[in-house]
């Protein structure tokens, strides 16, 4: 091992290594059942694997151009407007990323400096904070809690402020597959209007949506469309999250400025992926059977587990269900997760790494997509508890 003698001034000293890691490794060393992090367990799409091969063999393996494939671009302008009838520019006002994670961090690394104030609510997936506290900004939390998840766009009136850049939503919600409903989106509406806010909607499990529910997409609001960052992942949509392809969808100013950063970060992705992504695009049978594949992945789980004394809270969007374990045991959160990977041979992520405060609830969140053979063999050790 080698060591730097200097000093390090750490950008982001509270870092340490994410809960999905740690729970990874911890479930490898113990050999258990992993449904902790949020990738699917089964294979994607022969056809989809197909084409990239395809263009890898015509010779696509140079750079792409800086704002993504303009095939991609069209065809996700396509489906956009197919899907929620609002047309952006594939010229100007759509950008593929290397994943949505990139996308996120380039957008707040866009728009936030030395003291801007950037509002999230938690729990929040876990690339929004550090983001926003590597560019200079301060984070403002909102706390959104059980059962329902809801905003209290009251508390988010109260934080606002002349410093307030940036308001980070995600719905469907990663973790608590809550949604945001209409009356949400008007809210914010109402409350950006005649601001200068920008926000960035992550929104990466569109078609992870159950129940009839219909996703509120920011860019069904004409006044939030405006000011608002649309964020997707084709790796969530096509089950290849490895594939890392992400796009931003947002007003020509926006995405003028978002390329400026994005050109210096990745300059651009993957070719073949985008290429093959652009014909798998054109039929829309590839990805609208996804609120009925996934919501019967969620209705086995849940049936699987009829018998434990875990409690299973709403979950209307995205794979992922929350477990309340109150009714067995009161230990803290990761003590609760540990004790289940060694000694029951599951593995299982805890909520509090989502809250900066590392607030303690007895929730657990588990992915359920994932084969019927591992969803059974975790129910079946989660019933045993
Ligand atoms: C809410 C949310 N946003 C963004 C991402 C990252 O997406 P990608 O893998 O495309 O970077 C994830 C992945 O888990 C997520 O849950």
Redesign the pocket.
Known sequence: MHTFNGQITSKLPHAGTSIFAVMSKMAADHGAVNISQ??PDFPISEKLIARVNHYMKKGFNQYAPMPGVPALRKAIAKKVNNTYGIEYDPELEITI????????YTAISTFIREGDEAIIFEPA?D?YAPAVKVNGGLVKYATIKPPDFGISWNEVKRMVSNRTKLIII?SP???TGSLLHEADMKELEALTRGTDIIVVS?E??EHLIFDGFKHQSACLYPDLMQRTLV?G????TFHA?GW???FVLAPANLTAEFRKLHQFTVFASNTPVQCAIADFLEDEGNFIYLPQYYQAKRDFFTDAMATSRFRMLPCHG?YFQLLDYSSISDIPEMEFATWLVKEHGIAVIPLSPFYQSQLNQQLLRVCFAKKEETLIAAAEKLCRI
Do not use: C, E, R, W
């Open positions: 949020g990738f990323t290397a994943g949505a994670t990139q996308a996120i997936y690339s995600n919600h990663n973790p992550d990466v499990y964020i992942s084709f790796g969530k999250t890392k392809t992400g995205t």
